[in-house]
């Protein structure tokens, strides 16, 4: 028997954005229309265990969705007008009108949501937050979790998010045009790097993936270059998604479990995207600066050509690392650079670069710190030291796939 809360987990999971999106159309608020989606949700828990899960479960929240939004409209329509006539006892009421889309259609809904998120009122790490909780499905904790930050902190982030953009209006859920687009170009293309993170390397949760959200990211990237095409960035954001989720059916096994890249059949590796990626990687660096997404979408690049692990240019991964490092400096950076370097010149030049990082407070919970140490040791022999890195990753790790990963690693060293 198919349970309902399972299919509805799943199907939130996936379809929660352009839920929220489509509501948001509707009543043209990001906040209520978030409440609007989770009203729908609720339902759904109610009704499906005792009618049976429908035949289109996305379509059936969506539906229900919006239903409750003309239903919230026109009661706040009909008090105004009987307010008017309380007010004015000799106006007679003006004739129902049928409850529009609220506001002309932009053509993407996901895509009008995305901007408004990221509309200039709205502080940076506010627009994170809310844009993983709508867009990514994650909640309060695992945001928390992902940023390392107190849960109640992030959620006075989303809080503060939505009561900025309800001070705006109902002009926060335009797309905007011409310099207002430009200025906020740099924030949206953020918004979808985090999407296709979290589908690419989910912070928390059973899977080692979320491909719908790497499908999704690439989507709304590919609509920004056909919005933006002169953009140098937007080219780069897209050849660095493709190029990565060229790669998305070889980073799992038969079993869900996580297969590493020198692990990975590169003949499994999607060719189509693949050379999307590279064209769309030519067209960004045909301008002179190389920004963010730029550099990564050259470094996804060295992987994509190259046949093997073993014959990948990992010097001038480095050098790449050095340039983005120079350009956007973090730590998560530089324990990437570790990873190349340590490849290039040898596992000792990449523990040097590491060695900072072990006090660095922004790494403090971070799993992957002492997993890539542990990689290096092992590499040098240095056995005992590996264990208790990989110990030391286990306390912090979060995915069940991640975790059953490590704890493969460290039984290997054992010699269990």
Known sequence: MTDPYA??????????????????????DVGRAEELAHDALVAAMEQW????????????????????????????????????????????????????????????????????????????????????????????????YAFLVPSPTIGQRISRAKKRLAGVGPEALAVPVGEELTARLGAVLEVVYLVFNEGYAATTGVDWTRPTLCVEAMRLGRVLAALCPDEPEVHGLVALLELQ???????????????????????????????????????????????????????AACHARARSTDDTDWAAIAALYGELAALTPSPVVELNRAVAVARAEGPEAGLAVLEPLRTDPVLAGYHLLPAVRADMLTTLGRADEAVAELDRALELVRTVAERELLERRRAVLLGA
């Open 49 to 144: 265990p005792r009618e049976g899960v429908p035949d289109n479960p996305a379509a059936w929240l969506a539906a229900t969705a919006r239903r409750r939004a003309i239903d919230t409209i026109r009661r706040e329509q009909t008090l105004v007008r009987k307010t008017e006539m309380l007010d004015e006892p000799g106006t007679a009421p003006a004739a129902d009108e049928t409850v529009g889309d609220g506001a002309a259609a932009v053509g993407d809904d996901v895509l009008a949501l995305l901007f408004a998120t990221c509309h200039p009122a709205v502080a940076r790490e506010s627009r994170v937050a809310l844009t993983l909780r709508l867009f990514g499905g994650l909640t309060t904790e695992e945001i928390a």
């Open 245 to 299: 989720g060229s790669r998305l059916r070889a980073r799992v096994g038969p079993s869900g479990e996580p297969v590493l890249l020198g692990d990975q059949d590169r003949a499994t590796w999607d060719r189509v995207l693949l050379q999307r990626g590279l064209t769309s990687l030519a067209r960004a660096e045909s301008a002179q600066h190389r920004g963010r997404y730029t550099l990564q979408a050259a470094i």
């Open 7 to 28: 299919v509805l987990e799943a199907v939130w999971r996936m379809e929660s954005a352009r839920i929220v999106a489509g509501v948001a159309r509707v009543v043209r």
